[in-house]
């Protein structure tokens, strides 16, 4: 219930204004989201740096609607890379991209060419590229244009969303050497027919996929929050004989930051998803939707104004 009331609220101008203007509301919002801009989203990403921890800077689009909001996506892509590489932030900084953000469902194609451009952006600043996974009507498109990118770019990583039903079969196809995969559970509702439905069915899917990955000779990417699934893939890294170097965890900028710095402390690779970016309230309302619980620090934010 209060998960698609969030969903919903994602859409409302009136709440984001309320949250905007609330005297706490920007700390909240700072909680999850680097900042408005480029140079917002350096400077936390020095910090997280000088943390030990590495990140993938997503920067937020929503309803990318006309070809000219996909290429200044695209162009934003590329400023941000050679600031990295100018920064000294590449490699531990690399980039996650949505494709509807490059314009995936106006022309597929020149989405790919943004995504080409965006890839060969972060490879002349030595970094890497990562393709974030949508609903389930857009995972063919997003797969095919991962393996055309690969053919010159072969460290761009796939995400794969455990909660679908095909994804093991995905997870063994993209379980190669030389291929990043990051696995989550999925955020986006998904009928029953091409999705489990049920938390638990979710997890054991994850452990499936997880075994798959871990086995391969892949580089996977372990994408969750949830202290099981973790204690899994740490165990499941000791089975395969994975050395720390060998996968990475990745937790979103500013969900459990303790446990961000406990694997990091224990030598493991940490990677903080960082958005930026003036659209932020779509994203906040989706991670709300998530942890509903979180409902409280939003709420005495906006009452607290004055
Ligand atoms: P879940 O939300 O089920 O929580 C399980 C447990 O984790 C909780 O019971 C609690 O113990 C702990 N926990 C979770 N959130 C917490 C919090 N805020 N504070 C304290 N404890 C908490 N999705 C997608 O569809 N496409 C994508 O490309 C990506 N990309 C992506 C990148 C990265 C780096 C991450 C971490 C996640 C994504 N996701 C994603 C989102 C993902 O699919 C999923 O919706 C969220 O990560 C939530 O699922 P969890 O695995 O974290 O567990």
């Known amino acids: ?39 917002e989203a350096l400077a936390v990403s020095r910090e997280l740096a000088d943390d ?46 949505k494709l509807s953000a490059l314009g995936q469902r106006i022309d597929e194609k020149v989405a790919q060419e943004h995504a080409r451009a965006i ?10 590229v990562t393709l974030d996974a949508e609903d389930h009507g857009t995972t063919d498109a997003t797969l095919e244009t991962l393996f055309e990118l690969r053919r010159d770019f072969p ?10 039903r095909r994804t093991e079969g995905d997870c063994r196809e993209l379980a190669v050497s030389g291929s990043r ?11 029953e027919s091409v999705a489990f439905q049920s938390p638990l069915d979710v997890d054991k899917a994850y452990v ?14 372990v994408a969750t929050h949830d202290p099981r699934l973790i ?20 937790l979103l900028h500013g969900v459990r930051p303790d446990e961000q710095a406990r694997l990091a402390a224990t030598g493991h690779t940490v990677r903080v998803y960082l958005p930026y970016g003036k659209q932020w309230f779509g994203y906040l309302m989706r991670r709300f939707a998530e942890r509903p619980s979180g409902v409280s620090s939003l709420a005495s934010a906006v009452s607290a104004r004055k």
Not at 231 to 250: C, K, L, V
């Open 231 to 250: 204690a899994i893939a740490e165990d499941r890294a000791r089975w395969f004989d994975r050395s720390t170097g060998e996968y990475e965890f990745q």
């Open 208 to 221: 499936r996929c997880l075994n798959i990955l871990m086995s391969g000779e892949g580089y996977p990417m």
């Open 52 to 97: 030990g921890l590495a990140v993938s800077l997503v920067h937020l689009a929503e309803d990318t609607e006309s070809p000219e909001q996909a290429r200044a996506v695209r162009e934003e892509y590329v400023a941000l890379l050679a600031r990295l590489r100018t920064a000294g932030l590449a490699p531990a900084a690399e980039v996650s991209v």
């Open 119 to 128: 890839c060969a952006a972060a490879a002349e600043s030595g970094t890497t």
């Open 181 to 191: 995969v990051r696995l989550c559970k999925g955020a986006y509702s998904e009928p």
């Open 155 to 164: 460290s761009t990583g796939a995400v794969l969303q455990a909660h679908l």
């Open 1 to 39: 219930m209060l998960r698609s009331l969030f969903l919903a609220a994602a859409g409302s101008a009136r709440l984001e204004r309320l949250v905007e203007s609330a005297p706490a509301g920007r700390g909240v919002v700072k909680r999850f989201v680097a900042g408005d801009g480029a140079e």
